[in-house]
T-cell receptor, first 113, second 114 residues
Framework: TQLLEQSPQFLSIQEGENLTVYCNSS?????LQWYRQEPGEGPVLLVT?????EVKKLKRLTFQFGDARKDSSLHITAAQPGDTGLYLC?????????????FGQGTILTVHP | DSGVTQTPKHLITATGQRVTLRCSPR?????VYWYQQSLDQGLQFLIQ???????AKGNILERFSAQQFPDLHSELNLSSLELGDSALYFC?????????????FGPGTRLTVT
């Protein structure tokens, strides 16, 4: 059983569509990060959310941290082919060693032109 | 470019052999983390070092060991290699232990065990 459950696992959409990726857990996290990874490369940090209920926007990407700090979502508006990649959520469990990140299994996003 | 460097980029070796993966953290970062990424297991935390000392351990096999040197670079040693050790190995770094939840990943080392 994954500590962080991401859904959906696969997402195939057309350019211009909106989408939401979810990251859920029954555990509380001190913080949660979202990464994007391209094949053969390392994950690239997109955002960190720390406060329950926090919403952060990064151009067309909106990230939300749940009030109870157990879940998060990533919403992309008007997706573009350049958004294609593996999206990973990762968190450090409340009360554990700082920096020991637990990753979700990832969402593979494909945006077709 | 995250500022984290890893060498080598690719490594092909035989079962039973030993290899060393190297990582240089971003300038100023004191914490180094090692992760393993495989298709079936996803990205798994292996071990963390802070300023030369081991701080946290994850799902790291006894055949694997790591260390962080005074210049803060780190090495991950994998011995008695098995086919199942084939994976991408990533190093990440962050500023420090407290409030260091933002980790920056290197480009990875792809290990193939034949």
């Amino acid at each position: 059983t994954q500590l962080l459950e991401q859904s959906p696992q696969f997402l195939s959409i057309q350019e211009g569509e909106n989408l939401t990726v979810y990251c859920n857990s029954s555990s509380v996290f001190s913080s949660l990060q979202w990464y994007r990874q391209e094949p053969g490369e390392g994950p690239v940090l997109l955002v960190t959310v720390v406060t329950g209920g926090e919403v952060k926007k990064l151009k067309r990407l909106t990230f939300q941290f749940g009030d109870a700090r157990k879940d998060s979502s990533l919403h992309i508006t008007a997706a573009q082919p350049g958004d294609t990649g593996l999206y990973l959520c990762a968190g450090d469990l409340f009360g554990t060693s700082y920096g020991k990140l637990t990753f979700g299994q990832g969402t593979i996003l494909t945006v077709h032109p | 470019d995250s500022g984290v460097t890893q060498t080598p980029k690719h490594l092909i070796t035989a079962t039973g052999q030993r290899v060393t993966l190297r990582c240089s953290p971003r300038s100023g970062d004191l914490s180094v983390y090692w992760y393993q990424q495989s298709l079936d297991q996803g990205l798994q935390f292996l071990i963390q070092y802070y300023n030369g000392e081991e701080r946290a351990k994850g799902n790291i096999l006894e055949r694997f060991s790591a260390q962080q040197f005074p210049d803060l670079h780190s090495e991950l040693n994998l011995s008695s290699l098995e086919l199942g050790d084939s994976a991408l190995y990533f190093c990440a770094s962050s500023v420090g232990v407290l409030g260091s939840y933002e980790q920056y990943f290197g480009p990875g080392t792809r290990l193939t065990v034949t």
